[in-house]
């Protein structure tokens, strides 16, 4: 199991000084569409995610209950946090969303001999059916949303998850109010200078608060949310849905 670090004072201010210089760095920087920039980067996705979430992706399946049988993973990618769940959950049926057809591709060459089904798509747009799964599951896929987008997409997790199922995520949180605010600020000036239009996902990174991610968990009808690890900026959280 995992073991939780989370930052020191000292660190967090060491860590906003080195955020600031890097936003200042790229903030005239080309806005990418999501679906390209992980296309272009296909290659070396998976080394990447590795280097930076290794041990999350090893031990991702280590925060489900036993028994279970159906899983959606929306961002699901090239499925590198699909090799935990399948050691220990075998014979699980498991619905993959993503809108990268060459990260599906990948998917399908790891588990052809697996009982997944893979579907691209908008997660925010495709129509989860009601009370289908034990559980839903996201990893290092929502930071690149704002506030209402998440909100959104936790309620249609909800609903799609069964009565006294769950919901497991794993993403990058901001360690204060003011990385919130600096990341989005950043977001909302590289869009407008690059004239990207609303509905157009890019590539960039507008992590919130643990307060607030927790908030629209609830908000969408979560009887409980619990903080199950943290390592400095990367957070395992479980979202309960009542009986």
């Known amino acids: 199991m995992l073991k939780s670090k989370i930052r020191t004072p000292e660190e967090i201010e060491k860590y ?36 930076h979430w ?23 990618g090239t499925g590198l946090e699909l090799e935990s769940i399948y050691k220990r959950f075998p014979n699980v049926k498991v619905s993959g969303l993503d ?11 790891k588990y052809s001999d697996r009982d997944i089904d893979i579907i691209r798509a908008d997660y925010f747009e495709y129509p989860f059916e009601e009370s289908k799964y034990d ?46 605010a600096l990341c989005l600020e950043g977001y909302e000036y590289r869009r407008k200078k690059n004239n990207i239009s609303e509905d157009m996902f890019i590539h960039i990174d507008i992590p919130l608060t643990l307060e607030h991610q ?6 969408a009808g979560f009887k409980t949310v619990d903080v199950l690890y943290q390592n400095c900026g990367t957070v395992i959280i479980r979202a309960e849905k009542g009986s």
Not at 56 to 63: G, N
Not at 149 to 168: C, H, V
């Open 16 to 51: 906003m000084r080195e955020l600031k210089d890097w936003l200042d760095e790229v903030r005239n920087a080309p806005a990418e569409e999501m679906t390209n920039f992980f296309t272009k980067r296909i290659d070396e996705y998976d080394n990447v995610h590795l280097t």
């Open 54 to 76: 290794g041990e999350e992706y090893v031990h991702i399946a280590d925060f489900f209950d036993d028994g279970l049988r159906s899983l959606l993973d929306i961002g699901c």
């Open 99 to 109: 809108l990268s057809e060459s990260m599906l591709n990948k998917l399908r060459e």
């Open 135 to 180: 559980a839903a599951m996201s990893f290092e896929t929502l930071h690149h949303f704002k506030y209402e987008k998440k909100q959104l997409i936790y309620s249609k997790l909800y609903q799609t998850i069964k009565n006294g199922g769950y919901y497991i995520e794993c993403d990058y949180i901001a360690c204060c109010n003011e990385e919130e």
């Open 214 to 219: 927790i908030e629209l968990m609830k908000n």
